[in-house]
């Protein structure tokens, strides 16, 4: 470590909730520690805010939003639609037709999600170039 690096202040993180409840929410001597940490997970994996930024704008058919997320298996889209499903983000509405359709759309739930998901997005794209300079320096450092 560097002297630079351990004369860094701690990091502060803001409330996270408006009644002043911050980083303690996620401290193992809160009962909802666990779920809160297997909540940001859940958000946090590699599909389930693409998917949730694909239905943002509309339902949408299976193969349709295995179209639009490249390299997403089927088993591993029907898994995240499931987990999704499960934690209120997305609803499934099956139509009683022939052949069978069925449609995913996030619910409001979602939807509160999905605009500071699609925010990040747009943090990822104006800053990505400053990143990837940042990690071939770094990169440049360790050879």
Not at 15 to 39: K, Y
Not at 41 to 62: E, M, N, Q, T, Y
Request: glycine residues 6%; hydrophobic residues 40%.
């Amino acid at each position: 470590m560097t002297t630079e690096q351990s004369a860094r202040p701690a990091l502060r993180l803001p409330p996270l909730h408006p009644d002043g409840e911050g980083a303690a929410s996620c401290s193992t001597d809160n009962p909802a520690s666990r779920v809160i940490r297997e909540i940001l997970s859940r958000v946090g994996d590699k599909w389930s805010l693409l998917v949730i930024g694909l239905l943002h704008d509309g339902p949408l058919r299976f193969t349709e939003i295995q179209r639009r997320v490249d390299g997403i298996s089927h088993r591993m889209l029907t898994q995240t639609l499931r987990s999704l499903q499960r934690d209120g983000l997305v609803s499934r509405t099956s139509y009683a037709e022939i052949p069978p359709r069925v449609e995913y759309a996030v619910t409001p739930l979602g939807r509160s999600l999905s605009e500071p998901a699609i925010a990040l997005a747009a943090w990822a794209a104006e800053h990505h170039r400053t990143i990837l300079d940042a990690r071939a320096e770094f990169d440049g450092d360790e050879a």
